[in-house]
């Protein structure tokens, strides 16, 4: 009968020999490992992401959160669902068993969603995300401050450093947190707007009317083809202060600066980078 131990009593350099050359390997091969601080696990978990301003939980949660859940709870292979109304915004999640892969079960949300078709207009666009560790757990985070730089400043700055992040190989993403942004506000004189026969909804729908970027098409001009756009935007304050409100009034043109006040605000605090 063949037994083990007499077998390794008797080729004892061999065995030795074997272990050594087993530990040896097994080094090399620990060394040579690839590893990721953080991976890319996959949770099985997708989120639907809805932004609607200015609107109370109680409303976004009958709006928003009641309709997508209708619509999500007919998928196959789910395991569960849950949701989070907040002022603004409603966050469901979506939980499938293993048997689905991350990449069906985001195909599979997105289809649903989009069968949503009833949602406020004023909300913004569902967004769909899969959850996975990388998008959890960034690799780096790089936080920007200067003492006596102007938010301009900053802001220049980290958008800079997010070109050249991108830049780099295997850098898909970078975001920006906290990031100012500059804002320009108008202040109206009633009293000056009474006098003109003005009201704040004549400044919102000139303003709003104005600064925009219309495409206008292609015009051809034999072998040559031009596309067409309207600018529109503004690009200074001074554009807006010769804004005419009111230009179909023969008696007088009501422009901006005759009668409103403006600046400039910064929004946040600090910018940053993740």
């Known amino acids: 009968m063949f037994s083990v131990a007499k077998f390794a009593l008797k080729y004892s350099?061999?065995?030795?020999?074997?272990?050594?050359?087993?530990?040896?390997?097994?080094?090399?091969?620990?060394?040579?490992?690839?590893?990721?601080?953080?991976?890319?696990?996959?949770?099985?978990?997708?989120?639907?992401?809805v932004i609607y301003p200015g609107v109370s939980p109680a409303e976004i949660e009958q709006l928003i959160v009641r309709k997508l859940e209708v619509e999500l709870s007919d998928l196959d292979d789910l395991d569960y669902i849950g949701a989070t109304a907040q002022e603004g915004r409603a966050t469901i999640q979506v939980v499938f068993t293993p048997a689905v892969s991350s990449e069906e079960a985001f195909d599979r949300v997105s289809r649903e969603v989009a069968k949503v078709t009833d949602l406020p207009s004023d909300a913004m666009d569902p967004v769909v995300i899969r959850l996975n560790?990388?998008?959890?757990?960034?690799?780096?985070?790089?936080?920007?401050?200067?003492?006596?730089?102007?938010?301009?400043?900053?802001?220049?700055?980290?958008?800079?450093?997010?070109t050249g992040l991108l830049g780099i190989t295997d850098i898909s993403k970078v975001e920006v947190i906290g990031a100012r942004e500059r804002q320009v506000w108008v202040d109206a004189d009633q009293s000056r707007l009474d006098a003109y026969g003005l009201s704040l909804s004549d400044?919102?729908?000139?303003?709003?009317?104005?600064?925009?970027?219309?495409?206008?098409?292609?015009?051809?001009?034999?072998?040559?083809?031009?596309?067409v756009r309207t600018l529109g935007e503004f690009n200074s304050i001074d554009e807006v202060k010769e804004l005419i409100i009111s230009p179909t009034r023969q008696d007088v043109i009501s422009r901006c600066r005759m009668w409103l006040q403006y600046g400039i605000l910064w929004k946040n605090r600090c910018p940053s980078r993740g």
């Open 13 to 49: 350099i061999l065995i030795n020999m074997l272990t050594l050359a087993i530990l040896i390997f097994g080094v090399i091969s620990m060394i040579n490992m690839p590893r990721e601080e953080f991976p890319a696990v996959d949770f099985g978990t997708t989120l639907v992401v």
């Open 133 to 162: 560790m990388r998008e959890v757990n960034p690799i780096a985070q790089v936080a920007l401050s200067g003492k006596g730089m102007s938010p301009m400043s900053l802001r220049k700055i980290a958008d800079d450093l997010e």
């Open 203 to 227: 400044i919102s729908a000139a303003l709003g009317a104005r600064n925009l970027n219309i495409p206008g098409g292609s015009a051809k001009f034999g072998k040559l083809e031009f596309l």
